[in-house]
């Protein structure tokens, strides 16, 4: 009896920590995306045309040039997103953008998913014009995440559980974030990108 008390109260200890572990894990993150759901938390800028796909996943996959942006603005976050991306793909992931209306690597730090960029040091896995990658990692033609931490001037890129950029930079303090759906080299079609979760965290 006393053997089989102890096993139980061993499993109760099990199960308490797990559940506290998986609470703890997810305390503070906020889901702008998942699955099929989630505009409704972006302004829209440009003419990608993004639409919730019911296999579970928000695509864009024509027109020139279009953005997510979120509708609340961050300073200090974490933000991780689970994305599918062709080898063609020209997106990424902008972090405190100064200009909504013109978004790009000179008004926000641009963590980039462009396998084919002419210059592949701001390829995938790099902010463009702060933190180059070496060797650049490939997105295309499977799901991957991005784990990204901005806090203060310390920026952190994982992408697949890997660093692959990492700066101290302050350009940009404040300011919404956003997807991209983007033309590639030559104004060549820009592929196809799919978001099937994005979350952040305020720190």
Same mark, same amino acid.
């Given at each position: 009896?006393?053997?089989?008390?102890?096993?139980?109260?061993?499993?109760?200890?099990?199960?308490?920590?797990?559940?506290?572990?998986?609470?703890?894990?997810?305390?503070?993150?906020?889901?702008?995306?998942?699955?099929?759901?989630?505009?409704?938390?972006?302004?829209?800028?440009?003419?990608?045309?993004?639409?919730?796909?019911?296999?579970?996943?928000?695509?864009?996959?024509?027109?020139?040039?279009?953005?997510?942006?979120?509708?609340?603005?961050?300073?200090?976050?974490?933000?991780?997103?689970?994305?599918?991306?062709?080898?063609?793909?020209?997106?990424?992931?902008?972090?405190?953008?100064?200009?909504?209306?013109?978004?790009?690597?000179? %008004?926000?730090?641009? @963590? #980039?998913?462009?396998?084919?960029? +002419?210059? /592949? =040091?701001? $390829? %995938?896995?790099?902010? @463009? #014009?702060?933190?180059?990658?070496? +060797?650049? /990692? =490939?997105? $295309?033609?499977?799901?991957?995440?991005?784990?990204?931490?901005?806090?203060?001037?310390?920026?952190?890129?994982?992408?697949?559980?890997?660093?692959?950029?990492?700066?101290?930079?302050?350009?940009?303090?404040?300011?919404?974030?956003?997807?991209?759906?983007?033309?590639?080299?030559?104004?060549?079609?820009?592929?196809?990108?799919?978001?099937?979760?994005?979350?952040?965290?305020?720190?």
């Amino acid at each position: 009896m006393k053997r089989l008390l102890a096993v139980s109260t061993t499993l109760l200890f099990v199960a308490l920590t797990a559940f506290g572990c998986a609470h703890f894990e997810n305390t503070g993150w906020v889901t702008l995306i998942d699955g099929n759901k989630g505009l409704e938390n972006w302004n829209r800028v440009g003419d990608a045309n993004w639409r919730p796909d019911y296999s579970g996943f928000i695509v864009a996959d024509s027109g020139k040039s279009g953005q997510l942006v979120s509708k609340k603005s961050y300073k200090d976050f974490v933000v991780r997103a689970e994305f599918w991306a062709d080898d063609t793909t020209n997106s990424g992931i902008f972090l405190r953008i100064s200009d909504p209306k013109k978004i790009g690597s000179a %008004t926000a730090y641009e @963590v #980039n998913i462009y396998d084919h960029r +002419p210059d /592949p =040091k701001y $390829g %995938t896995g790099a902010i @463009v #014009n702060v933190a180059m990658v070496n +060797p650049m /990692p =490939k997105a $295309g033609g499977k799901w991957n995440t991005y784990e990204i931490t901005a806090q203060g001037a310390e920026l952190t890129v994982v992408f697949n559980g890997v660093v692959t950029a990492y700066a101290h930079d302050s350009k940009f303090k404040e300011g919404p974030i956003s997807l991209q759906y983007g033309s590639g080299a030559n104004g060549t079609r820009g592929g196809t990108v799919r978001w099937r979760k994005v979350q952040i965290k305020e720190l």
